[in-house]
């Protein structure tokens, strides 16, 4: 029997076909398909993934998308629609992330196609900025950074430096930065938060050091940049990160996820007009005409400018601070809980995100417990953890019920399973011992193997 999807239930098209089929019958089929998938993360039980979780938005946004779907972003001379939508995404984002501090207002952006366009333009612009270095350019990043940056760095041929992190605060080591850094390093990185614990890197300290070095500092704010402003506005104990913090270069935050616009967007935010403009591409003689690019993609759907706007001009600052006091306040009372159980224990100062462990027991137990409960967790390694990334679908009533009786069962399945193998760290565990290159092959093969079976089509 094929794991193919849905190949049991609808016709598998391995080639088009010959006659069209009826859009009835079409939207049908993908109707189906969306409410079956649906139903994963409207019970509030998978960590992130469904930022908004608002049917109602959603359709409003798809509404607002539907004006300018066929729209080229490019062709702006005919629809200067885009130009208003993309400059005023930009402006929102680059005031709510405090721009106005800087001493001048060159402040400027990009939109991207999402977290790593973002990150990967960060790198291109820091490389394209500083060719008067000699060698080759290198980066320092904490190792709880997205790996954005290393796919960014072997692209663009960016040496990168991975930090240590500090293990119980789970922070950026900034001696180790220091000693690090040499005449070729033209950007350090920090992350506010960072995806596996929710926590803040010291972005204060990180832009001292920079300033010293008179080297850029990127700060990732994909995953806290349109939520952590709120909770600090409603009284959170949030680490400064943003253009306030003396040395801060260039910030992303994707819209996509807390901003709660459609799949696809993000904004690239830079202190100075000039880092930004380097990363442009210029093909002045091509016979086809003058040819300029201010980012890696050529055609965009103004669609998704639409949309990303629609989602910011309805729901105002005041909409957002809503939010985000209902995810701060879940987050906590969910948090409350794991340090309930002192089998269990946080791993550092989280925010709205929070990864936990155990030193009783291999905490993916709780992982195999929880899944037959219908959650989703997000597993990590060294140490074995697990995250929980709190989105408004966790907002809901009775989640934190549901998670508060469910954990206490979990953590009794752990106890009584102690010398067992878990089922999921197969998969989401680290290597016993640490990683080494047999490990790294199998890893890779069973990877691959995964994606290959979802990929193939069957005969």
Same mark, same amino acid.
């Given at each position: 029997m094929?794991?193919?999807?849905?190949?049991d239930?609808?016709l598998?098209? +391995?080639? %088009?076909?010959?006659?069209?089929?009826?859009?009835?019958?079409v939207?049908?089929?993908?109707?189906?398909?969306s409410e079956?998938?649906?139903?994963?993360w409207?019970?509030g039980?998978? =960590?992130g993934? %469904?930022?908004?979780?608002?049917h109602?938005h959603?359709?409003f946004? /798809?509404?607002a998308?539907?004006?300018?779907?066929?729209?080229?972003?490019?062709?702006?001379?005919m #629809?200067?629609?885009s130009?208003?939508?993309?400059?005023?995404?930009?402006?929102?984002?680059?005031? %709510?992330?405090n721009?106005?501090a800087?001493?001048?207002?060159?402040?400027?952006?990009?939109?991207?196609s999402g977290?790593s366009?973002?990150?990967?333009?960060?790198?291109?612009?820091?490389?394209?900025?500083?060719?008067?270095?000699?060698?080759r350019?290198n980066v320092?990043?904490?190792?709880?950074?997205?790996?954005?940056?290393?796919?960014?760095?072997h692209?663009?041929g960016?040496?990168?430096?991975?930090?240590?992190?500090?293990p119980?605060?789970?922070?950026?080591d900034?001696d180790w930065?220091?000693k690090?850094?040499?005449k /070729?390093?033209?950007?350090?990185?920090?992350?506010?938060?960072?995806? *596996?614990y929710?926590?803040?890197?010291?972005i204060?300290e990180?832009g001292?050091?920079?300033?010293?070095h008179?080297i850029?500092?990127?700060?990732? *704010?994909?995953?806290?940049?349109?939520?952590?402003?709120?909770?600090r506005?409603?009284?959170?104990?949030i680490?400064?990160f &943003?253009?306030?913090?003396p040395?801060?270069t260039?910030?992303?935050?994707?819209t996509?996820?807390?901003?709660?616009?459609?799949k696809?967007?993000?904004?690239l #935010?830079f202190? &100075?007009?000039?880092l +930004? /403009? =380097?990363q442009?591409f210029y093909?002045? @003689?091509?016979?086809?005409?003058?040819?300029?690019s201010?980012?890696?993609?050529g055609?965009?759907?103004?669609?998704?400018?639409?949309?990303?706007?629609a989602?910011?001009?309805?729901?105002g600052? =005041?909409?957002?601070?809503g939010?985000?006091?209902?995810?701060?306040a879940?987050?906590?009372s969910?948090?409350?809980v794991?340090?309930?159980? @002192?089998?269990?224990r946080?791993?550092?100062?989280?925010?709205?995100?929070?990864?936990?462990?155990?030193?009783?027991?291999?905490?993916?137990?709780?992982?195999?417990f929880?899944?037959?409960?219908?959650?989703?967790? /997000? *597993?990590?390694?060294?140490?074995?953890?697990?995250?929980?990334a709190v989105?408004r679908?966790?907002?809901q009533?009775?989640?934190?019920e549901r998670?508060?009786?469910?954990?206490? &069962?979990?953590?009794?399945?752990?106890?009584?399973?102690?010398?067992?193998?878990?089922?999921?760290?197969a998969?989401?565990? *680290?290597?016993e011992?640490?990683?080494?290159?047999e490990?790294?092959?199998?890893i890779?093969?069973? %990877?691959?193997?995964?994606m &290959?079976?979802?990929?193939s089509?069957?005969?």
């Open positions: 094929s794991d193919f999807p849905y190949a239930r609808f598998v098209h +391995r080639t %088009m076909p010959e006659e069209g089929t009826a859009c009835a019958d939207l049908a089929t993908m109707s189906y398909m079956t998938e649906n139903a994963a409207e019970s039980q998978c =960590s993934t %469904m930022y908004c979780g608002d109602g959603y359709d946004l /798809n509404e998308f539907s004006y300018f779907s066929y729209v080229n972003s490019l062709q702006r001379d #629809c200067p629609s130009t208003k939508f993309e400059a005023e995404v930009i402006a929102m984002t680059l005031d %709510m992330l721009a106005s800087l001493s001048d207002s060159s402040a400027v952006g990009l939109v991207t977290g366009g973002s990150i990967a333009h960060a790198i291109l612009a820091y490389r394209e900025y500083n060719t008067d270095k000699v060698g350019p320092i990043k904490p190792e709880t950074a997205h790996p954005a940056f290393d796919k960014a760095c692209l663009f960016v040496e990168l430096r991975v930090a240590p992190i500090d119980i605060t789970t922070q950026v900034t930065v220091k690090n850094i040499d /070729n390093t033209v950007a350090l990185i920090g992350s506010a938060c960072n995806y *596996g929710g926590t803040i890197d010291p204060t990180l001292q050091i920079a300033l010293e008179e850029g500092l990127h700060v990732d *704010g994909c995953l806290g940049g349109f939520i952590l402003p709120f909770g506005e409603l009284g959170y104990d680490a400064p &943003d253009f306030a913090v040395g801060v260039t910030i992303s935050a994707d996509h996820k807390y901003g709660y616009a459609l696809g967007t993000s904004v #935010c202190a &100075d007009q000039a +930004r /403009n =380097s442009y093909q002045p @003689d091509w016979s086809g005409g003058k040819y300029c201010p980012g890696m993609d055609s965009r759907s103004a669609g998704l400018l639409a949309a990303t706007w989602a910011m001009v309805q729901l600052r =005041s909409g957002y601070r939010y985000a006091e209902q995810i701060f879940t987050s906590r969910m948090q409350e794991i340090l309930s159980h @002192d089998s269990l946080i791993l550092g100062n989280p925010s709205f995100l929070f990864s936990f462990t155990s030193d009783e027991f291999d905490v993916y137990h709780v992982n195999d929880l899944r037959t409960k219908g959650w989703r967790l /997000n *597993g990590q390694q060294y140490p074995n953890a697990l995250h929980m989105t679908p966790q907002t009533p009775g989640v934190v998670w508060r009786t469910d954990i206490a &069962d979990a953590v009794e399945y752990a106890q009584n399973h102690a010398g067992e193998k878990p089922k999921s760290g998969v989401y565990g *680290g290597v011992g640490g990683p080494n290159y490990a790294d092959a199998f890779k093969m069973f %990877m691959a193997a995964m &290959d079976q979802q990929s089509i069957p005969s």
